[in-house]
């Protein structure tokens, strides 16, 4: 199985300031026939279930602000938040769709400072 | 969407069958799976379906365990669970994959809860 570690479990971040989530796979999830990354980024709100926000690393899912951008390739990757406002409070995952089985990483809380 | 049903306190050793009503869209279209999270703790890929019932595939910690299955003429999912332990207790969720794609997902249930105690 790919293994996803994040980095950092959490962060604290000002109102209108960068957030900034690493997310790291055990091995590449750039595919070398379509040269293209098959990593996802998610948001979880409590006690809501998780919302689809980039796929193929760096393209925004529908309706998804572009103050949220991903980038990375190969095994490192990126999710920003570049001004954050209070309605981005929430876990961020990241997500491998490479093979099966589908794997996460562990999550990063995003707090306002 | 996607209305999970099935969800409850069961004892260990105990079973259960999840349920996954979808509409608004083909459902017999879509690959199907389900995942899980413990209270307070991350995403789980649990077990996911072709559209025709052909293959399925399951989580290794739990494939004894799991039987995924499908009715494509009632637009529903399911998950059996036996031999429930107290660490299976956890958020269940149906997800549908994004179109063209088999493990993004784009669409979620609310979840089901399943609670393993005595």
């Known amino acids: 199985d790919v293994v996803m570690t994040q980095s950092p479990g959490s962060v604290s971040v000002s109102l209108g300031e960068r957030a900034t989530i690493n997310c790291k796979s055990s091995?590449?999830?750039?595919?070398?026939?379509?040269?293209?990354?098959?990593l996802a980024w998610y948001q979880q709100k409590p006690g809501q279930p998780p919302k689809l926000l980039i796929y193929w690393a760096s393209t925004r899912e529908f309706g998804v602000p572009d103050r949220i951008s991903g980038s990375g390739s190969g095994t490192d990757f990126t999710l920003t938040i570049s001004s954050l406002q209070a309605e981005d409070v929430a876990v961020y995952y990241c997500?491998?769709?490479?093979?099966?089985?589908?794997?996460f990483g562990q999550g990063t809380k995003v707090e306002i400072k | 969407q996607l209305v999970e049903s099935g969800g409850g306190l069961v004892q260990p050793g105990g079973s259960l069958r999840l349920s996954c009503g979808a509409s608004?869209?083909?459902?017999?279209?879509?690959?199907m799976s389900w995942f899980r999270q413990a209270p307070g703790k991350g995403l789980e890929w649990v077990a996911s379906q072709k559209q025709d019932g052909t293959e399925k595939y399951y989580v290794d910690s739990m494939k004894d365990r799991l039987t995924i299955s499908r009715d494509n003429a009632k637009n529903f999912l399911y998950l059996q669970l036996i031999s429930l332990r107290t660490e299976d207790t956890a958020v269940y969720y149906c997800?549908?994959?994004?179109?063209?794609?088999?493990?993004?997902?784009?669409?979620w249930g609310q979840g089901a809860l399943v609670t393993v105690s005595s």
């Open positions: 997500q491998q769709y490479y093979n099966t089985p589908p794997t």
């Open positions: 091995q590449s999830v750039l595919y070398s026939v379509d040269n293209k990354n098959y």
């Open positions: 997800a549908r994959p994004r179109a063209g794609f088999v493990r993004l997902f784009d669409l």
């Open positions: 608004g869209f083909t459902f017999g279209s879509s690959w």
